[in-house]
T-cell receptor, first 108, second 117 residues
Framework: QKEVEQNSGPLSVPEGAIASLNCTYSDRGSQSFFWYRQYSGKSPELIMFIYSNGDKEDGRFTAQLNKASQYVSLLIRDSQPSDSATYLCAVMGNQFYFGTGTSLTVIP | DADVTQTPRNRITKTGKRIMLECSQTKGHDRMYWYRQDPGLGLRLIYYSFDVKDINKGEISDGYSVSRQAQAKFSLSLESAIPNQTALYFC????????????????FGEGSRLTVL
């Protein structure tokens, strides 16, 4: 069983819609949860982190964490073509573990 | 200038050759990491180091070795490269003590694309 699981996609949404990205993890001792965005051929960049149950909002991005269900999600509101990228879920316990990423395409 | 610098950015080599990928950082972070990224497999940890005297294997360390020459430098070596080591390699840093938000965020270099023929 992988430490972090993500749907690989690809996920396509029209411009202006809400994109929903999901991630599950196996280690109940995990402490911090991250969403990185990676454009093709570029390095990952952090867009959100969360460590408490519930929602955390930053601009058009909302991260949701449910530790009981071992589930973390990312919502992107008012999706823009510039949001087209691969989104990596990462979980930190004693090490960082990354999911395989979900490819998102926002269609103009 | 990038805070985490990797060299070379691109390298093509032949099977059996020794390759070194270098990483240097100006962030003053203690923790440094090497990851490789393959299509469909995400980022996988090769080695990590929490300080100059601390080196740890990650999930895919076979065929690789590392050297932490100084706090700011962490090199990855492939002693005898093979084609399935063709990948995009990332160096990353973090430092809980200097992280005001206490997130443990990883800061990545720009990547080194290695092709082994």
């Amino acid at each position: 069983q992988k430490e972090v699981e993500q749907n690989s996609g690809p996920l396509s949404v029209p411009e202006g819609a809400i994109a929903s990205l999901n991630c599950t993890y196996s280690d109940r001792g995990s402490q911090s949860f991250f969403w990185y965005r990676q454009y093709s051929g570029k390095s990952p960049e952090l867009i959100m982190f969360i460590y408490s149950n519930g929602d955390k909002e930053d601009g058009r991005f909302t991260a949701q964490l449910n530790k009981a269900s071992q589930y973390v999600s990312l919502l992107i509101r008012d999706s823009q073509p510039s949001d087209s990228a691969t989104y990596l879920c990462a979980v930190m316990g004693n090490q960082f573990y990354f999911g395989t990423g979900t490819s998102l395409t926002v269609i103009p | 200038d990038a805070d985490v610098t990797q060299t070379p950015r691109n390298r093509i080599t032949k099977t059996g050759k020794r390759i070194m990928l270098e990483c240097s950082q100006t962030k003053g972070h203690d923790r440094m990491y090497w990851y490789r990224q393959d299509p469909g497999l995400g980022l996988r940890l090769i080695y990590y180091s929490f300080d100059v005297k601390d080196i740890n294997k990650g999930e895919i360390s076979d065929g690789y070795s590392v050297s932490r020459q100084a706090q700011a430098k962490f090199s990855l070596s492939l002693e005898s490269a093979i084609p399935n080591q063709t990948a995009l390699y990332f160096c990353a840093t973090s430092d809980i003590r200097r992280d005001r938000a206490n997130t443990g965020e990883l800061f990545f270099g720009e990547g080194s694309r290695l092709t082994v023929l």
